[in-house]
């Protein structure tokens, strides 16, 4: 595939280096910020043509710039993997703008296949031990100090999923607050040191005992390769007409 990058910081060149090894071609990298990028912004890159060339766009910026960089390249109807988190308030505007011009994006969390599975293996075991009012669950997530959002997304996805399981929690808190959970509440907490990837852990607790699940991510190779796999495998599922253009997609939808 000719893959064009928007965001050239660290998960940008790892994303560039990752879709190089597995035999793709980058036709662009945007970034207003990185002093190496080709283009400073996605507009520019429009002006000078560059998308006509490409295949797929693979976006990992920033909150603060995600919103803008979907307007502005979903209406290219070029097939569009995003990674950057802290944008789900706006994913009904953007669900609308696809479905007006016939973009397609699959959007995760985190494209990691091995949170993808702890994904699943958090939902059955929300399935199974929400049957039972002893247990209370909740979600601890610790990352790099450079990471701008918190709670990760990745967090606020498994407590997606607990919720859904259809036990007693019933709505996320997260953040410092000054008085103890009600029983519906499910907590989020979240640190930041150092050079963490990243580690999500779900704690189920009772009286009698206790059960954690954790994933540890090693390095950030796996989200990359996760991110330029999601891309290959939306643009073949439109091909074959397996998913259908307008749409905002996960990684569910691609496995």
Same mark, same amino acid.
């Given at each position: 595939?000719?893959?064009?990058?928007?965001? /050239?910081?660290?998960?940008?060149?790892?994303?560039?280096?990752?879709? !190089?090894?597995?035999?793709?071609?980058? !036709?662009c990298t945007i970034d207003p910020v990185a002093a190496d990028a080709r283009v400073p912004g996605a507009d520019e890159a429009?002006?000078? @043509?560059?998308?006509a060339a490409a295949d797929g766009i693979i976006e990992f910026s920033h909150p603060s710039a995600v919103v803008e960089n979907?307007?502005?390249?979903?209406?290219?109807?070029?097939?569009?993997?995003?990674?950057? +988190?802290?944008?789900?308030?706006?994913?009904?505007?953007?669900?609308?703008?696809?479905?007006?011009?016939?973009? +397609? $994006?699959?959007?995760?969390?985190? %494209?990691? $296949?091995?949170?993808?599975?702890? /994904?699943?293996?958090?939902?059955?075991?929300?399935?199974?031990?929400?049957? %039972?009012?002893? /247990?209370?669950?909740?979600?601890?997530?610790?990352?790099?100090?450079?990471?701008?959002?918190?709670?990760?997304?990745?967090?606020?996805?498994?407590?997606?999923?607990?919720?859904?399981? @259809?036990?007693?929690?019933?709505?996320?808190?997260?953040?410092? %607050?000054?008085?103890?959970?009600?029983?519906?509440?499910?907590?989020?907490?979240?640190?930041?040191?150092?050079?963490?990837? @990243?580690?999500?852990?779900?704690?189920?607790?009772?009286?009698?005992? +206790?059960? =954690?699940?954790?994933?540890?991510?090693?390095?950030?190779?796996? %989200?990359? $390769?996760?991110?330029?796999?999601?891309?290959?495998?939306?643009?073949?599922?439109?091909? =074959?007409?397996?998913?259908?253009?307008?749409?905002?997609? @996960?990684?569910?939808?691609?496995?």
């Amino acid at each position: 595939m000719h893959i064009v990058i928007a965001g /050239y910081g660290k998960m940008g060149h790892l994303i560039e280096k990752t879709a !190089v090894q597995m035999g793709h071609t980058i !036709v662009c990298t945007i970034d207003p910020v990185a002093a190496d990028a080709r283009v400073p912004g996605a507009d520019e890159a429009i002006r000078q @043509g560059i998308f006509a060339a490409a295949d797929g766009i693979i976006e990992f910026s920033h909150p603060s710039a995600v919103v803008e960089n979907i307007r502005a390249l979903l209406p290219l109807g070029i097939p569009m993997v995003v990674g950057t +988190t802290g944008w789900k308030e706006r994913e009904g505007e953007i669900a609308s703008l696809a479905a007006r011009c016939g973009g +397609t $994006l699959v959007r995760s969390a985190n %494209f990691s $296949l091995g949170v993808n599975l702890f /994904y699943r293996i958090v939902e059955e075991a929300a399935r199974l031990i929400g049957r %039972f009012s002893e /247990y209370d669950a909740a979600v601890w997530e610790n990352h790099h100090n450079q990471k701008a959002d918190s709670p990760s997304g990745t967090a606020a996805a498994i407590a997606e999923r607990i919720i859904a399981a @259809g036990g007693a929690k019933k709505r996320v808190v997260s953040g410092n %607050f000054p008085e103890k959970p009600e029983p519906e509440a499910l907590q989020i907490a979240s640190t930041r040191v150092g050079h963490v990837p @990243g580690t999500h852990s779900v704690f189920f607790d009772s009286p009698a005992d +206790t059960i =954690e699940l954790t994933h540890t991510a090693r390095n950030r190779e796996g %989200f990359a $390769l996760g991110a330029v796999h999601a891309l290959a495998l939306l643009a073949a599922a439109l091909f =074959e007409g397996r998913l259908v253009r307008g749409r905002l997609y @996960g990684m569910d939808d691609l496995f």
